[in-house]
């Protein structure tokens, strides 16, 4: 499975952003897409996930909960990001990544990923 990100840039506090992750390859192997992201100087963290096949449950992580919203478009093979009211600390280099089996919110969890896009927000 091949995972391209896209979408990031720069944006002032209070804006918003789009990400896409276009899936490829054996797609129907993978359960579960999300999002991390990775700050300088810290640790590659959860931001969201999806799950691919059955009801598209969604999950997030607390600091990112009622500003972003991950969705698919299957037929697309693409998930999104949409960030919304992004503060600086938003500010990092954001990862597609994809798994098997049940939705996880651990790094190790995930088999394939993206190369990263990068998301500066500017208070």
């Known amino acids: 499975v091949q995972l391209q990100a896209s979408g990031g840039g720069l944006v002032q506090a209070g804006g918003s952003l789009r990400l896409s992750c276009a899936a490829s390859?054996?797609?129907?192997?993978?359960?579960?897409l999300g999002w991390f992201r990775q700050a300088p100087g810290k640790e590659r963290e959860f931001v969201a996930a999806?799950?691919?096949?059955?009801?598209?449950?969604?999950y997030y992580a607390d600091s990112v909960k009622g500003r972003f919203t991950i969705s698919r478009d299957n037929a697309k093979n693409t998930v999104y990001l949409q960030m919304n009211t992004l503060k600086p600390e938003d500010t990092a280099v954001y990862y597609c990544?994809?798994?098997?089996?049940?939705?996880?919110?651990?790094?190790?969890?995930?088999?394939?990923w993206g190369q990263g896009t990068q998301v500066t927000v500017s208070s």
């Open positions: 999806i799950t691919w096949w059955s009801g598209g449950s969604t």
């Open positions: 390859g054996r797609t129907f192997s993978v359960d579960v």
């Open positions: 990544a994809a798994k098997r089996g049940a939705p996880g919110t651990r790094r190790s969890e995930y088999e394939y």
